[in-house]
C-alpha cells in the first residue's frame, strides 16, 4: 500500500488543484495532466493480485470522473475501459465460477454485476473511438465490408478492449436477444483491430480473435485452432492468457483433457520478467489455470 500511496498522492494534488481552478482557462490543462497520470497508471505493472483488487475501485472511480472532464482523451479512456474489464473478468466473473457449485443465486448475482461492468467497459472505449471517427458504431454495424470504419494503430487498443468488453458482456446476457445479436459486430470489431495490428498485446488480441471464432455460431474450429496457436507463439513464454485460452477455448470443447491440462500446467509455468506490464494479466490468468486443474474431473 506505501508504494500506492507514493503513486496516487500527486494524482490527487493535480486533481484538487484542477478543481479549485474550474472556471479558469489553466482548468484544462490541469485536468489534462491528471488524465496523463492516471493512463500512465493504468500500464504500470503490479504483481500483487490483491493489492491490486484493493486499489482498483478507488483507480477506476477517479480515472472515470477525470475522463468525463476530458472525454477526447483515448489513452485514459483505453485505460479506464481495459481497468474496468479486468476487473469484471478477474474480480467478479471468476469468483461467480468460483461459487456457483456452492452458491447458484450469489454466482447469478455477481455474472449480472460483471456483466453491467463489462457494458460500461465497452462503453467508454466505444464512446472515445466514436469521439474520434464519428458514426463509427453506426458503419460498424453495417454488413457491407466497405462501409465498415477505418481504425488506425494507434487505436488497437481502443478496439481490443471494446471487443472483449463486448464479448464478455455478450456471454453472461443470454438471456438478453439484443445484446446477444451484438456479436457479428463485436467480432467485426476484433477483426478490424486485427488488421491494422495483428501483434497487438503480445498474442492478447489474436487470442480474442480466437476465442471468437471458436464460439460464434457458424466458426471454424480449424482457423480458431490456428489462431490460437498463433497467439501463443506471439505470447513466446510470456503469455499465459494464451495458454488459458486455447485449454478452455478449444481443448474442454473438444474433449482432449491431456491437452487441457498440459496447457493448464504450462500457464501456470509462465515467468515474469521484472517491471513485467503482463504481470498482473498472468497471475490473473494462473489464478484460473489453478482452479481450471482442480475442476478438470468434473469438466470431463
Known sequence: MPSFRRRIIPILAIFLAATLLAGCSPRQMVVASVADELAAQGRSSETDLDLAREASAFYLKLSESVLRSEPGHAALAESVAGGFTQYAYAFVAFEADRVEARDAKAAERLRKRAALLYRRAHRHAMAALEKETPGFAR??????????????????????????????????????????????????????????????????????LATFEAARPGGSQAQALAWFDQAIAQGGSNNAGALVGKAEGHALPAGDRDLFESLLKQALAVEDAPDSPQALQNEVMRRRAAWLLEQAPDLF
Request: hydrophobic share 50%.
Open 139 to 208: 458503419a460498424l454495424s453495417t454488413p457491407q465490408a466497405a462501409d465498415w470504419p477505418k481504425l488506425s494503430p494507434a487505436r488497437v487498443g481502443l478496439a481490443y478492449w471494446a471487443a472483449t468488453a463486448w464479448g464478455g458482456w455478450i456471454s453472461l446476457s443470454k438471456d438478453d436477444p439484443d445484446v446477444v445479436a451484438d456479436l457479428p459486430q463485436a467480432v467485426r470489431l476484433t477483426r478490424l483491430a486485427w488488421a491494422a495490428d495483428p501483434e497487438w498485446g503480445q498474442g492478447a488480441l489474436t487470442g480474442l
